[in-house]
């Protein structure tokens, strides 16, 4: 189980540049690599794991795709094959997995 710090205020800006940037370049990108591969997705990624709970707290707020993010600083998907593709049940079965493991409150 991970224990949940937050991040420092200049890592949450780090965070919060490019992630502006990709939803205000993406929004109607059809293709889930495409979303993914955008360089700004790729350098929010690069944060490294620290960035989890700022990705977990963004997609309590609006959702978006951050599921290939959360897999590649994770290594994991908690999200049943049945649900994928479904973007409501995806992002909730991503929270109820970052609160069990600390990455949220």
Request: charge should be neutral.
């Amino acid at each position: 189980m991970t224990t949940l710090v937050a991040p420092p205020k200049q890592f949450e800006a780090l965070f919060l540049k490019p992630a502006e940037e990709w939803r205000g370049e993406t929004p109607y990108f059809s293709s889930t690599t495409a979303i993914a591969t955008h360089p700004a997705y790729q350098r929010i990624i690069g944060l490294g794991p620290q960035v989890v709970p700022l990705i977990l707290a963004e997609m309590q707020r609006e959702t978006g795709h951050w599921f290939w993010a959360l897999a590649a600083l994770t290594g994991e998907n908690p999200v049943p094959s049945s649900d994928q593709g479904r973007v409501p049940a995806m992002t909730a079965a991503r929270l109820k997995w970052g609160r069990d493991n600390g990455w949220i409150g």
